[in-house]
């Protein structure tokens, strides 16, 4: 596992290079595609990362980088769904033991959710965050994954 101050350091530099690259682009996809691809090569403890995005009501994949994961989550059922739902960060230590966990990959461990929400506050998506390591995401994944969320 990362050590904490090691991590918070690690988050402060991409928050920076993500700003920068993102400034001036209008694209939704594109700054999600960006943000995907930054963090997924820079954190290597990251196994899988990408947006899910509510399209009529259904959870589809949007940008992502990693393994071939589900284009369809079955509603209402899993961690990207109870990150819509609840409209707030899910952190699992163990996906194994969460209820109707969604296993698109059988080495995911464990998982971070954070809802994309419009500027009014409505959830849109998701960005979902898989690692093969059991309890690999904390407070400072949420807080900064958070934070970068707020970019696209
Ligand atoms: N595990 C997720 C499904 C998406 S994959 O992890 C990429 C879930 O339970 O919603």
Redo the contacts with the bound molecule.
């Keep these: 596992m990362m050590e904490k101050s090691k991590k918070e350091k690690r988050y402060e530099r991409l928050f920076g290079q993500i700003s920068d690259l993102l400034k001036d682009k209008d694209y939704p996809l594109a700054r999600m595609a960006t943000i995907v691809a930054v963090l997924h090569h820079k954190m290597d403890y990251f196994f899988?990362t990408?947006f899910?995005l509510l399209e009529d009501g259904e959870l589809i994949v949007g940008p992502y980088q990693g393994p071939v994961?589900?284009i369809l989550?079955e509603k209402d059922k899993?961690?990207?769904?109870a990150g819509v739902n609840r409209g707030e960060t899910v952190v699992v230590q163990d996906?194994h033991a969460f209820p109707g966990?969604?296993?698109?990959?059988s080495r995911?461990n464990s998982?971070i959710v954070i809802p994309l929400k419009t500027s009014e506050g409505d959830v849109i998506g998701v960005l979902?965050v898989?690692s093969k390591e059991h309890a690999s995401f904390d407070e400072t994944d949420a807080r900064w994954l958070e934070k970068i969320v707020d970019l696209v």
């Design positions: 899988w990408g899910y994961a589900c989550l899993g961690v990207c769904w996906v966990h969604i296993a698109c990959d995911s998982e979902d898989d």
